[in-house]
């Protein structure tokens, strides 16, 4: 499968636990994104990468959260101190980009299936 | 900011039935438009995309959306529905005047298509 993955697909953590969750993208892409989508909702934006340097952060992004891609591969969001309203859906996504920032080229996220995160 | 309407929780149609899912957007500069579709228990596969040019875009699937610059609209069709079309689906924006990667999402139209 050369989709994006990500692991563990369901999460249940009680409260104040730390969880920690990966993704690999599509291999060649060069961006990475990581939202979180609650039910009823759209997914929101939390952060994105380009190659491994992280780029942008929502306001949603507290400081309990933290997102590294090391290496310009794979992808980790950890959320530290869980609490009741961590509870979602945590969708990342991949595309490539080329040509200079800034420019007109804008390639599609491809999206993995997500991990079902459950904070009792 | 950025924003997505999709002013209707669900959308009925009978098979072999028009469908349309309607999708309004804000943006400050001009935008960068997707339709994407969610099936349950899977992540979201991209339908089709606004970039520049042609104002009618054709998708996966046999969907196409019309951009309408003038109603900042970009509504999602297909000439006649299928059962298998029964999803959730989200419009996306991006800015593209910003240099902000992200895309904002509306809160998705659930499609039902009855047989």
């Known amino acids: 499968d050369t989709g994006v993955s990500q692991d563990p697909r369901h999460k249940i953590t009680k409260r104040g636990q730390n969880v920690t969750f990966r993704c690999d993208p599509i291999s060649e892409h060069n961006r990475l994104y990581w939202y979180r989508q609650t039910l009823g909702q759209g997914p929101e934006f939390l952060t994105y990468?380009?190659?491994?340097?992280?780029?942008?952060k929502s306001r949603l992004l507290s400081d309990r959260f933290s997102a590294e891609r090391p290496k310009g591969s794979f992808s980790t969001l950890e959320i530290q101190r869980t609490e009741q309203g961590d509870s979602a859906m945590y969708l990342c996504a991949s595309s490539l980009t080329v040509g200079l920032a800034g420019s007109s080229s804008y390639n599609e996220q491809f999206f993995g299936p997500g991990t079902r995160l459950t904070v009792l | 900011a950025q924003s997505v309407a999709q002013p209707e929780d669900q959308v009925n149609v009978a098979e072999g039935n028009p469908l349309t899912v309607k999708c309004t957007y804000s943006?400050?500069?001009?935008?960068?438009l997707f339709w994407y579709v969610q099936y349950p228990n899977r992540g979201l596969q991209f339908l089709l995309k606004?970039?520049?040019?042609?104002?009618l875009v054709k998708g996966s699937y046999g969907f196409e959306a019309e951009f309408n610059k003038s109603q900042t609209s970009f509504h999602l069709k297909k000439p006649s529905a299928l059962v298998s079309d029964s999803a959730l689906y989200f419009c996306?924006?991006?800015?593209?005047?910003?240099?902000?990667?992200?895309?904002?999402f509306g809160t998705g139209t659930r499609l039902l298509v009855s047989p």
């Open positions: 990468f380009q190659n491994e340097a992280q780029l942008e």
């Open positions: 606004y970039i520049t040019g042609d104002n």
């Open positions: 943006v400050s500069g001009n935008p960068y």
């Open positions: 996306a924006v991006r800015d593209r005047g910003t240099g902000f990667q992200k895309l904002v």
